[in-house]
């Protein structure tokens, strides 16, 4: 669809003639801590509706991120529940099982229709890049988040076990979920590694790779071939990102 878009409006293609894909499976911002044991059900209908919407490739969020990071118990619930949906209730035996359905249509010329009028505001504005840097992206966000926050508070928008049907004594059972704790050796082990990767690869290379980095980062050249040399000759994220603070700066969101 973002292709189709981008043809359409914009004149736009992918470079290499290929289709644009689309990845989806629900965001952890819907998901709740009040009674966590429903967010695997959640969990099961976003991974349902991204599969309906047609997404290539899904990820699909755990049931305990509104508390922490996902625990491999929870990851794996997920996973399961992607595979459920395809081995077992059949999902992957159609293509489009909404193909024609009218409801299904209306919504997708709407969204297009939203998503075309965005973009001629960012383009109108300046570009992506000129709405980072005055804000208005991180205004629109914020808005969002408001407005969301406003509906839940309000009751306008429901969120079972949150502000409807909610249960006292189910609320506090629910709080004792699993969390994904500090392992300090883990942490000692890691740095370890890093060490001994500093330790035994070729300084001399890793200088080159990050002198060229730098002097390419000034023009406006594709970095991609000179990150995967720097990669190639073991420097890490830390010494690239450091190369570009120096030549970039550092990014600090505008107030709101």
């Known amino acids: ?9 914009f004149g736009v293609t992918d470079p290499r003639g290929m289709v644009m894909r689309m990845m989806a499976g ?17 969990g099961a209908y976003y991974a349902l509706i991204s599969a309906l919407s047609g997404t ?3 990820a699909l969020c755990c049931y305990d991120e509104a508390y922490t ?8 619930i997920s996973l399961r529940t992607m595979q459920i949906l395809a081995e ?17 249509e209306w919504l997708t010329a709407r969204m297009k229709e939203r998503i075309v009028e965005e973009m001629r505001k960012i383009e109108d504005l300046g ?15 914020s808005l969002q988040a408001y407005e969301t926050e406003r509906a839940l508070q309000s009751g306008e928008k429901v969120k079972v076990g ?8 189910e609320r506090e059972t629910s709080r004792k979920v699993e969390l994904h704790r500090f392992d300090p050796e883990v942490q000692r082990e890691q740095m370890e590694r ?7 690869r070729d300084e001399k290379r890793v200088a080159e790779a990050l002198k060229t980095l730098r002097k390419k980062s000034a023009g406006d050249e594709n970095l991609m071939p000179y990150i995967l040399d720097c990669v190639a000759a073991y420097c890490t994220v830390g010494e690239m990102a450091a190369v570009w603070r120096d030549v970039f700066g550092e990014f600090r969101e505008p107030s709101m």
């Open 88 to 104: 077992e209730m059949g999902l992957c035996d159609t293509v489009d099982p909404l193909g024609g359905s009218y409801y299904v």
């Open 26 to 42: 629900g965001g952890g911002g819907g998901l709740t801590r009040e009674e966590p044991e429903n967010n695997i059900v959640r």
């Open 194 to 200: 890093l060490e001994k990767v500093k330790a035994d």
């Open 69 to 76: 990071i996902p625990s491999e118990k929870a990851a794996l």
């Open 162 to 169: 949150v502000n409807k049907y909610v249960s006292e004594s």
């Open 56 to 58: 290539q490739t899904m």
């Open 1 to 9: 669809m973002w292709a189709a878009i981008c043809r359409d409006e």
């Open 127 to 141: 570009g992506i890049v000129k709405c980072i840097e005055n804000g208005y992206i991180q205004k629109k966000v």
